[in-house]
């Protein structure tokens, strides 16, 4: 398994305990960027962490396929899906501190024309 995959489902599932954490009826319904991770690694036989296992609410033993199944099925029935800002009031995230960065104009003096 790839080092980028493994490092991205590890942020969607400690971001999943974050998101379960708030009580069911102001969760917001779960972002669409948990998708791509919860498809990768529907085929990946490896053993998730059991610190994963528990976080997910599987069993020890369980698998990456097992662990992305647990996120599917919490995209299942939705109809919406919520833009990164207004998921991001909900729950605590990392990549909020990235998103609110302004863009900053590029230095070319190092390539003289």
């Given at each position: ?12 599932v ?13 969760r ?39 662990g ?29 501190d ?16």
């Amino acid at each position: 398994m790839h080092p980028a995959a493994k490092l991205q489902f590890a942020r969607i599932v400690d971001e999943f305990v974050r998101w379960r954490a708030i009580a069911e009826p102001e969760r917001p319904p779960a972002p669409a960027w948990w998708w791509g991770a919860a498809f990768e690694m529907r085929d990946v036989a490896d053993a998730l962490p059991s610190r994963w296992c528990r976080q997910l609410r599987l069993n020890d033993g369980a698998t990456y396929a097992d662990g992305a199944a647990a996120l599917r099925r919490t995209m299942a029935d939705q109809t919406l899906v919520p833009w990164p800002y207004d998921f991001s009031r909900m729950v605590a995230s990392t990549d909020s501190d990235v998103r609110d960065l302004h863009v900053q104009p590029s230095d070319d003096s190092a390539f003289p024309p």
